[in-house]
């Protein structure tokens, strides 16, 4: 009996002692608050790690390959056409898609197809856009709802002589991942705007030769993804 003991005991110290001497071997960092990172196998499986959320794409508008072009037009004769030059613009998008954007358009650049001094100075004054006042109109996304086919219900604040007004338009996005270019049609009553000289809604009198109340605008615009 005391024999069969003796032989237990040995073996356990062996057992004991190799099981000391190979956890000696090894570096043993501390745990620091719980928050130490797993990674490795555990019984031949591997240990998951949660996957982060997908990063914001931003999609820098291209100036060179971008045009904002408008159309206005009396109710009978002269019509106008021109463009104004966007300063800066950009788009935003994750995994699930577009998600945003923001503009910001330079009104002092406003031009007329048949470069009229007149009609541009008469454009650039308080009657109309007040460039000198107002230099700057902004345009910020709040939504972009994908309609299928690369359509899209774009909605968001135009403001225009820091008067602002909610605006929403279809547009088409066409391209891959580097390279997006977007084309869309809209109009503004530019009234909402307090841009109501020569308007027949509220100058009766006019008749005829009143200004129509609708701007058209029409964009062509070339994104490419932020370095």
Do not use: C
Not at 13 to 19: A, E, M, T, W, Y
Not at 29 to 39: F, I, K, L, R, Y
């Amino acid at each position: 009996m005391n024999k069969t003991l003796g032989i237990f005991v040995v073996v356990v110290v062996i057992i004991l002692g190799g099981f000391l001497l190979f956890r000696s071997g090894q570096d043993i960092s501390p745990v620091d608050g719980g928050n130490a990172e797993v990674t490795g196998e555990t019984n031949g499986s591997a240990i998951d790690t949660p996957t982060p959320a997908a990063d914001k794409v931003t999609h820098v508008l291209d100036q060179k390959q971008s045009s904002l072009t408008w159309y206005a037009e009396r109710i009978v004769g002269a019509s106008h056409t021109g463009t104004v030059h966007i300063k800066s613009g950009n788009l935003t998008s994750n995994a699930s898609g577009f998600t945003g954007g923001a503009f910001v358009i330079d009104m002092t650049t406003i031009t007329e197809s048949n470069s009229t001094q007149l009609f541009l100075t008469h454009e650039k004054s308080n009657d109309f856009f007040g460039v000198e006042q107002f230099p700057e109109s902004t345009f910020v996304i709040t939504s972009i709802e994908s309609k299928g086919s690369g359509t899209y219900q774009v909605t968001g604040n135009l403001t225009i002589r820091d008067i602002t007004n909610k605006i929403s338009f279809p547009a088409t996005a066409t391209g891959d991942g580097d390279v997006v270019s977007v084309s869309a049609d809209f109009t503004i009553d530019r009234t909402e705007w307090d841009i109501i000289f020569d308007s027949g809604s509220i100058f009766k009198t006019l008749g005829d030769k009143a200004i129509k109340d609708d701007v058209e605008f029409s964009l062509e615009l070339v994104f490419t993804v932020a370095a």
